[in-house]
């Protein structure tokens, strides 16, 4: 089993920043990939970005240049940095870890006020 704790949403302005992180603990696999989902109400959960356990990173293309994700290896730790926050970037923010299994984080809401 695989827990994750996640922490640093809230509300900014429209421009603004914020960081949230990711704590996994448990059966931590060697190789492995975390990242962030997120949804909004009526839509599915959509991917925002992930890295590996080798420091491989994928970004939608609606964050690409915005948002920038990185990893902890000591601390099992993952981080994503958002910068020039939108209105559409609304959302419950999701931390996931995947080996041979999938986990979720519980979620943070993420509010951009126009």
């Known amino acids: 089993q695989v827990q994750l704790v996640e922490s640093g949403g809230g509300l900014v302005q429209a421009g603004g920043s914020l960081r949230l992180s990711c704590a996994a603990s448990?059966?931590?696999?060697?190789?492995?990939?975390m990242g962030w989902y997120r949804r909004t109400p009526g839509k599915q959960r959509e991917l925002v970005a992930t890295?590996?356990?080798?420091?491989?990173?994928n970004y939608a293309d609606s964050v690409k240049g915005r948002f920038t994700i990185s990893k902890d290896n000591a601390k099992n730790t993952v981080y994503l940095q958002m910068n020039s926050l939108k209105p559409e970037d609304t959302a419950v923010y999701y931390c996931?870890?995947?080996?041979?299994?999938?986990?979720w984080g519980q979620g943070t809401q993420v509010t951009v006020s126009s």
């Open positions: 996931h870890y995947r080996d041979s299994n999938l986990y």
């Open positions: 448990g059966s931590i696999f060697r190789f492995n990939v």
């Open positions: 890295i590996s356990s080798v420091s491989k990173t």
